[in-house]
């Protein structure tokens, strides 16, 4: 069964009653096969995976980011959700934004 979320779509599995994430449809070519390659690298990696699955309930501070994954047991330290999340960024698969309000980058899809 396929099913919508935050406009991102779903295949739900009832027989073992996981949910997976869709990807959007990707065309390879002579001209982007690197970037793709490279985003597909940064992806494989399950800690920017588990930054996407945060980011999926709404913009994040690097703050929050690091406080949710920090009591996963994923990371000790703030500059390790820093890095991974500005590798997203770098690549395309999530973008930032500076709140003047409150002097900070917020990081969403």
Do not use: C
């Not at 940064?42 to 913009?59: A, W």
């Amino acid at each position: 069964m396929e099913i919508n979320i935050h406009k991102r779509k779903y295949l739900y599995n009832s027989l073992n009653k996981h949910i997976f994430m869709i990807l959007p449809q990707i065309e390879i070519n002579q001209e982007n096969y690197q970037n793709i390659a490279k985003r597909l690298e940064v992806l494989s990696n399950k800690l920017h995976l588990q930054i996407l699955l945060i980011l999926e309930n709404g913009p994040k501070t690097n703050e929050q980011i690091f406080t949710i994954l920090k009591q996963q047991g994923l990371i000790k330290f703030s500059g390790s959700s820093y890095r991974a999340v500005e590798k997203l960024v770098k690549y395309n698969i999530v973008q930032k934004k500076y709140e003047n309000q409150n002097r900070r980058f917020i990081y969403f899809l």
